[in-house]
């Protein structure tokens, strides 16, 4: 079991550069936060609206997310505190803490396509795959 964070996830539902690695990762066993999900459905939301993907493909993707739990997704809240004390302290965001405090507290390596968040991440001692 890995943790995956949103970038990762949104590289393989948008078929982008490296989406097969992600998908080798996800065939070993991932799970996410509820935040992955927002921003999976943000990114969504922008490729229909720019037509780059179509409107059913998009809710296809939300809706074996959502709907078929095709990935288990855990709440986000109780890392709130201590993703944000990583933020502060390493200069990141909240959002992308929080995946490095599942990733750490559950004691799981960490897949994500952000060097930055990946680098914070190894720092703190989480084994990290950057696709």
């Given at each position: 079991m890995k943790v995956i964070?949103?970038?990762?996830?949104?590289?393989?539902?948008?078929?982008?550069?490296g989406w097969e690695r992600v998908r080798e990762a996800m065939l070993e066993g991932i799970v996410t936060l509820d935040l992955a999900v927002k921003?999976?459905?943000?990114?969504?939301?922008?490729?229909?609206m720019r037509n780059e993907m179509s409107l059913e493909t998009a809710r296809a993707v939300l809706r074996d997310i959502i709907e078929e739990k095709a990935i288990p997704v855990e709440g986000?809240?109780?890392?709130?505190?201590k993703a944000f004390n990583i933020a502060v302290e390493h200069g990141i965001t909240v959002y992308d803490a929080l995946f490095i405090v599942l990733a750490?507290?559950?004691?799981l390596e960490f897949i994500t396509s952000d060097k930055v968040q990946a680098d914070v991440a190894s720092k703190l001692g989480v084994k990290t795959m950057i696709i």
């Open positions: 964070d949103s970038s990762a996830l949104v590289k393989y539902f948008t078929r982008e550069e921003e999976l459905a943000n990114t969504l939301w922008k490729k229909v986000q809240d109780k890392y709130i505190a750490k507290e559950s004691s």
